[in-house]
């Protein structure tokens, strides 16, 4: 059989079923652009979480205090982070306690209602020192300092 036969031959079968060839055609297509699609929402993903973690440091040590049982024996526990057992002091003997300890961040944080020209949200209230945007890597090049919610993207 030679190439011109086989060629005819192929015209002939896509020819008398359109149909057919059409829907294998829009298949291979979708088939092709979902790949291409999930390998790009993938790695968007994989870059978005990355530049989280490098955001946080890998010289970053978090201190928070325990959990808070709300009866002795009643074992219903109000999460990590609620016993109220830091304080300012705690952090001041952290930042002295070794000198390769570069700096120290202490953060209050607590949910509140606020109010502000007859709105009002339930929102994060966070209190910090002025190191803070050092320690979190908010810091740009310029000097200048990154928001939480421009980095969290809110």
């Known amino acids: 059989m030679l190439l011109s036969d086989l060629i005819h031959e192929t015209y002939a079968a896509v020819a008398v079923n359109k149909a057919r060839s059409g829907l294998t055609v ?13 390998t790009a929402i993938g790695r968007g993903a994989q870059d978005s979480i990355q530049s989280r973690i490098q955001s946080i440091g890998s ?5 928070q205090p325990g959990f808070q049982r709300s009866r002795v024996g009643a074992g219903v526990s109000a999460g990590r982070g609620s ?3 830091l ?9 002295t306690a070794s000198d390769r300890i570069i700096a120290v961040a202490p953060e209050a944080s607590r949910r509140y209602q606020v109010t502000a020209k007859g709105t009002n949200t339930n929102t994060q209230i966070v209190g910090t020192v002025p190191a803070y945007p050092s320690v979190r890597n908010l810091e740009i090049e310029d000097g200048t300092f990154l928001s939480t919610s421009q980095v969290t993207g809110i």
């Open 87 to 95: 304080v300012l002091a705690d952090a001041s003997a952290i930042a």
């Open 59 to 63: 010289n970053l040590l978090l201190v």
């Open 83 to 85: 016993a109220s057992t």
């Open 26 to 38: 829009l298949g291979i297509v979708i088939g092709i652009a979902s790949v291409v699609a999930l």
